[in-house]
C-alpha cells in the first residue's frame, strides 16, 4: 500500500457527461502529480500542484482541470468526455519534488 | 525534451531463468534521476528504484540488480532467478532535478515468467 488513495476505482460514464477524480495524497506530502495512461499513448504527466498551487502542466486537455485543498488532496476535473478519455489515470504524491513519486491504484475511466 | 526508449515491449521466459529489461534516455541536462516501476496485473505502479545521475554504482536488492551507465545512456534493470510473481509491466522514467519535476515514462516491458 503506497498511502495514496484514489476514488473511485471505476468509473463508467457517457459521451458529453463531467466527472471528478479525487485523490488523498500520503500523509505529509506537498506534490500531487496527475498522470493518465491510455494503451496509445502510455503514461503521460498531466499536471502537478504542490501545496496549493499548480506547478507543472503536461498534456493536459483545456477540458481538463485540477486543484489542490487546503488539506492537500486534490481533484481532476474531466468534462465533455470523448471515447478516448478511456484510460486509466493516475494520482502520485510526494513530499517534495526532488524525491520519488508514489502513486495510487488509479481510477479507471471508461466512457461509453 | 525527455526521451525513454524501451525497446523491448514483452519478454516471456521460464521460471528461474534471469532475465533483463532495457532502458535507453536521452536528455541534455546534467543531472536528473531514474526510476523504475513496476505494474502487476492488479494495475498499481509500485515504486521499485531510484537513481541520481551523478552516482552511477550498480545497485542489488535480493534478486534485483540496476546497471547505470552514463556513456551509453541506459539504465538496465535484471531479475535473477525470475518467479511467477515477477510476472508484470515493468517501467523506467526520467525525472530532471531542475525545472519541471514529471516523470517521462517509457513505454513498458511487458515480463511474462512461466511456470
Known amino acids: 500500500d503506497s498511502g495514496v488513495t484514489q476514488t473511485p476505482k471505476h468509473l463508467i460514464t457517457a459521451t458529453g457527461q463531467r466527472v471528478t477524480l479525487r485523490c488523498s495524497p500520503r500523509s505529509g506530502d506537498l506534490s500531487v502529480y496527475w498522470y493518465q495512461q491510455s494503451l496509445d499513448q502510455g503514461l503521460q504527466f498531466l499536471i502537478q500542484?504542490?501545496?496549493?498551487?499548480?506547478?507543472a502542466k503536461g498534456n493536459i486537455l483545456e477540458r481538463f482541470s485540477a486543484q489542490q485543498f487546503p488539506d492537500l488532496h486534490s481533484e481532476l476535473n474531466l468534462s465533455s468526455l470523448e471515447l478516448g478519455d478511456s484510460a486509466l489515470y493516475f494520482c502520485a504524491s510526494s513530499v517534495e519534488g526532488y524525491t520519488e513519486a508514489f502513486f495510487g491504484q488509479g481510477t479507471r475511466l471508461t466512457v461509453v | 525534451a525527455q526521451k525513454v526508449t524501451q525497446a523491448q515491449t514483452e519478454i516471456s521466459v521460464v521460471e528461474k531463468e534471469d532475465v533483463t529489461l532495457d532502458c535507453v534516455y536521452e536528455?541534455?541536462?546534467?543531472?536528473?534521476?531514474l526510476f523504475w516501476y513496476k505494474q502487476p496485473p492488479s494495475g498499481e505502479l509500485v515504486f521499485l528504484i531510484r537513481?541520481?545521475?551523478?552516482?552511477?554504482q550498480n545497485e542489488i536488492s535480493g534478486r534485483y540488480s540496476w546497471n547505470f551507465q552514463k556513456s551509453t545512456s541506459s539504465f538496465n534493470f535484471t531479475i535473477t532467478a525470475s518467479q511467477v510473481v515477477d510476472s508484470a509491466v515493468y517501467f523506467c522514467?526520467?525525472?530532471?532535478?531542475?525545472?519541471?519535476?514529471?516523470?517521462?515514462f517509457g513505454q513498458g516491458t511487458r515480463l511474462t515468467i512461466n511456470p
Open positions: 522514467a526520467l525525472r530532471l532535478i531542475q525545472g519541471a519535476q514529471k516523470l517521462v
Open positions: 536528455t541534455r541536462d546534467t543531472t536528473y534521476y
Open positions: 537513481r541520481n545521475s551523478f552516482d552511477e
Open positions: 500542484y504542490y501545496n496549493g498551487e499548480e506547478r
